[in-house]
């Protein structure tokens, strides 16, 4: 059996732990740049606003005090994400964390009748230690699983707990499911199940096998299966990403080459420690920009260069180096660029890179991890406060810079913004 521990609301419940004059209040929050809505409290999402609505369409009801408006603050929820996590990770011997808010725990081993009880107190536990609400779903599967998190989610009387442990709640859930909600069918595939007369889970579960492999091959025939009770999504953790991005669209449009190097090499080196962090190295190293598309006034440019390493690296300082250099390949005068970003790809496992004859200087490689190593040691213990960084970075780390105007402090984070008791 698999339990989904899902956050409700997570970016709004975060909010609302330091802030508790939010409760019962509508609440957003904006994405970077405070461009568009990424996350909703039910009592906004009961005044009709959805995922995705830009600011400017709803500020009107921010002036007026209906809605509560919240930059986004990621620092924030990523480490109220890792709290919550150290307690679901106390809770079973083994779990798969799938996003920031959600994380399925396995549960082989717990006698069945014990598994409700223990989801209830992990429901307690989690609200009263971190004061995130939580809701689980408990199946045979992760499909399965993460169906049963929305009903625990929806209905009060589950108390936060719903079990789909048998043939007759598998099929009355998805009775109750349309079809485009379940994971693995997607936005793009639903409106031609729709087409075909598909409308529920439970449609797409009578079609016959044979129907669904001519359709949708394999990937529709394992949802499919797992909708019907058999696993067919194990562990993903095995699988190393293809490729990690990281770009940001800016506050203002910026013409300047030296300042858009900058935040370049911010995010590469934010690119570099998540390789690190993932003990993989990358062969590709690739910068792209974008002018910004909405305005027609203005000339139009989204080039991209990619840089091949000799040999698959990450530490900070090649990575940087790569990406820059491909930045001045691409870089036009006369462009007003509203976004970059840096992608590292040919991704490897770190510990099974060999050097290349021409690469490299192995002892200048050396050299390079053991000050990356060093950097993330001093930045790790020295969280959200002055970082360590190459001087091709601007100051304050790869997130700086964007607009915020309605971000909260990060309480849990920084000594600067401790929560202040009166």
């Not at 909703?40 to 005044?47: F, G, T, V």
């Not at 027609?296 to 260069?305: C, I, N, T, V, W």
């Not at 462009?335 to 890179?353: E, N, S, T």
Request: hydrophobic letters at 35%; a positive charge.
């Amino acid at each position: 059996m698999y339990a989904l521990v899902d956050c409700n609301n997570f970016f709004v419940s975060c909010e609302r732990v330091f802030r508790p004059e939010l409760e019962g209040k509508a609440v957003v929050v904006l994405s970077n740049n405070d461009g568009c809505v990424v996350a909703r409290s039910n009592e906004s999402k009961a005044m009709g606003i959805r995922m995705g609505t830009p600011f400017y369409q709803i500020s009107r009801l921010a002036d007026c005090g209906k809605l509560q408006v919240c930059s986004s603050n990621y620092i924030l929820y990523g480490d109220m994400s890792d709290r919550v996590m150290s307690i679901l990770a106390d809770t079973v011997p083994k779990i798969e964390i799938y996003s920031i808010d959600e994380a399925f725990l396995v549960l082989d081993g717990i006698p069945p009748e014990k598994i409700r009880p223990l989801c209830l107190s992990t429901v307690s536990k989690v609200r009263k230690w971190t004061g995130i609400p939580v809701s689980i779903g408990v199946a045979p599967t992760k499909t399965l699983a993460k169906i049963a998190s929305h009903f625990a989610k929806k209905y009060k009387g589950y108390r936060g707990v719903c079990m789909i442990d048998d043939d007759r709640k598998r099929e009355k859930a998805l009775s109750l499911t349309p079809v485009g909600e379940v994971w693995g069918v997607g936005r793009k595939i639903a409106p031609k199940l729709r087409e075909a007369g598909v409308e529920t889970a439970l449609d797409y579960v009578c079609r016959p096998e044979t129907w669904i492999r001519e359709h949708y091959m394999l990937a529709g025939l394992r949802t499919w299966m797992e909708l019907r009770g058999t696993v067919c999504v194990e562990a993903e953790t095995e699988t190393a990403r293809k490729s990690i991005c990281t770009s940001r669209s800016f506050a203002d449009m910026i013409e300047d080459e030296d300042e858009i190097s900058q935040k370049v090499a911010d995010f590469a080196a934010h690119c570099a420690l998540k390789l690190r962090q993932e003990g993989t190295a990358a062969q590709d190293v690739t910068t792209f920009l974008h002018t910004n598309r909405f305005r027609d006034d203005l000339a139009q440019y989204f080039p991209s260069a990619t840089v091949r390493l000799d040999t698959a690296a990450n530490n900070t300082q090649e990575i940087v180096s790569a990406a820059v250099r491909a930045l001045h390949t691409i870089y036009r005068e006369g462009y007003r660029y509203k976004k970059a970003g840096v992608i590292v790809g040919g991704i490897v496992p770190a510990d099974a890179v060999s050097p290349s004859l021409f690469g490299f200087d192995p002892e200048q490689r050396e050299k390079n991890d053991t000050v990356s190593r060093i950097m993330d040691k001093v930045n790790a213990a020295g969280k959200n406060s002055s970082l360590l960084r190459l001087a091709s970075q601007k100051s304050g780390d790869y997130t700086s810079g964007i607009r915020s105007e309605h971000r909260s402090r990060r309480y849990s984070t920084s000594w600067d913004e401790l929560i202040e008791i009166r």
